[in-house]
């Protein structure tokens, strides 16, 4: 066995999920993997905040398969997602390390909205699943209906907690806890923490191990990763000349709300382009054959929200596009990465204004690397380092006219102690001004004195 594989050996796992983890292709495990897997085989909560791609799913898959019984026919785990695709993901991972351990019995089910409710309560009646992956809404439906029995049900996983948060599926989750055994085994996972989760993780975490992974800044060397100032232009007119220049084979523009997704949407149909729509207002139905569509590559452009977007894999985005910067920064890789992928290239434009100056000062500090571009006469060109301008606007003093032109007049010459004859102009100048206002107030007295007499 190599060293790689020791390393999953020392989680003391069952031989068979060794096996199937070799099978899959895991060798080593990813940070978060190595540091929770311990604590949630000795049954402990945890909540491990980090990105997508960490490694997250398995490190509740690899003890969840060590623990499960495939001869107690009750529903012994309950996975949670925001979103039916990141459900779908996550059942097909689950499956196929069920397969992969040759445990043909174990039943996985996956329930999330959109889909048949009355064939799903049927199915029910005549046996529960052992592991039920689902959105919060579906799967308190079939627990308020006493379909789905989760009174035996060991382990509570929360995935994307900040996105469930997010699109008010919390209280869902919330009574599928409460409908669970108190001695509950609670996983949590999310790639932010925002302060209206931890009542939630106080309330069902019994001092649980939480784990923090850096979000990586590194970005593919596969992309080219640019920057754009649109300033005062229409974001939408840039848009337009990007797409026209690039043509791209798959672009996934990213918008910061649903209204701006929607916004920019109905722009580039009015253009006459073919534009798929992810947004958390896309109902289910639709939803389903938008992303068909996608799949099938009926669709040259997608726009969407980051969080409607977190978990679906596009396969070939030759572009992302940034129509600004996105709220929360650990987006910011999340959205580049979708490009540039298995060695291919990519380009990552990300649109920003004067007041975004400071995010993209803070993605710098991360590590990030752009190329400043702007857009002239209709190809895309380098530009000067965009700091330099600020800085200028920053130091700049007001002067007037003409002693702007004595500094212009002395930067054609730079001799030594020129910054001298420059200040002795500016205070004879200001001495002339003094003396021709002395000079004139005299006038004014004059003037008075006379009118008097």
């Known amino acids: 066995m190599s060293e790689e594989s020791q390393q999953f050996g ?71 997602t925001p979103s039916r695709e990141l459900a779908a993901q996550i059942a097909k991972a689950a499956r196929t390390f069920a397969e992969a351990m040759a445990m043909e019995k174990v039943s996985i089910v996956e329930y999330v909205g959109g889909t048949d409710k009355a064939r799903q309560v049927r199915q029910l009646e005549k046996h529960q699943p052992q592991l039920v992956v689902g959105t919060p809404g579906r799967l308190s439906d079939l627990v308020k209906s006493g379909s789905l029995v989760l009174n035996q049900a060991k382990t509570l996983v929360v995935d994307e907690a900040d996105m469930t948060l997010d699109m008010g599926f919390l209280p869902d989750v919330d009574f599928l806890a409460a409908a669970m055994p108190k001695d509950l085994q609670t996983l949590v ?73 929607k916004e920019l949407a109905a722009h580039l149909r009015g253009q006459g382009l073919k534009v798929a729509e992810i947004h958390g207002d896309i109902p289910p139905r639709e939803r389903r054959r938008v992303m068909k569509g996608i799949l099938h590559l009926d669709y040259q452009y997608v726009v969407a929200t980051d969080l409607a977007a977190r978990g679906i894999d596009i396969e ?7 129509d600004g910067v996105p709220g929360e920064l650990e987006f910011f890789v999340h959205r580049v990465g979708r490009t540039g992928r298995n060695g291919l290239p990519g380009t990552a434009v990300t649109l920003y204004g004067p007041d975004e100056e400071n995010k993209i000062a803070e993605l710098e500090k991360l590590g990030i690397v752009f190329q400043n571009k702007q857009i002239k006469n209709n190809d895309i060109v380098d530009v000067k380092d965009r700091k330099a301008r600020y800085q200028r606007q920053a130091t700049t003093k007001k002067l007037d006219p003409e002693m702007v032109g004595m500094v212009k007049k002395k930067k054609k010459k730079v001799k030594p102690g020129y910054k001298r004859q420059i200040k002795n102009n500016l205070k004879r100048k200001q001495q002339m001004d003094r003396r021709i206002e002395a000079r004139q107030e005299r006038r004014n007295t004059r003037r008075n004195n006379k009118s008097q007499d």
């Open 10 to 80: 020392q989680f003391n796992l069952k031989p068979e999920v060794l096996a199937a983890l070799k099978k899959i292709g895991f060798d080593q495990p990813t940070p978060i993997q190595a540091k929770l897997i311990p604590t949630v085989l000795r049954g402990g909560d945890v909540v491990g905040q980090s990105q997508t791609g960490s490694g997250k799913t398995h490190t509740f898959l690899v003890p969840i398969f060590n623990h499960l019984d495939p001869s107690v026919q009750k529903t012994q785990v309950v996975i949670t």
């Open 189 to 261: 996972f999310s790639a932010t923490m925002p302060e209206k989760l931890k009542p939630f993780l106080r309330k069902y975490l019994e001092n649980p191990a939480f784990t923090t992974i850096p979000t990586s800044a590194t970005i593919a060397d596969t992309i080219d990763n640019w920057l754009i100032a649109t300033r005062s232009k229409d974001k939408e007119e840039v848009i337009d000349k990007l797409l026209s220049i690039f043509n791209p084979y798959l672009a996934l523009i990213f918008g910061n709300t649903k209204e701006r997704v």
């Open 316 to 322: 070939g985005v030759s572009h992302v596009i940034n």
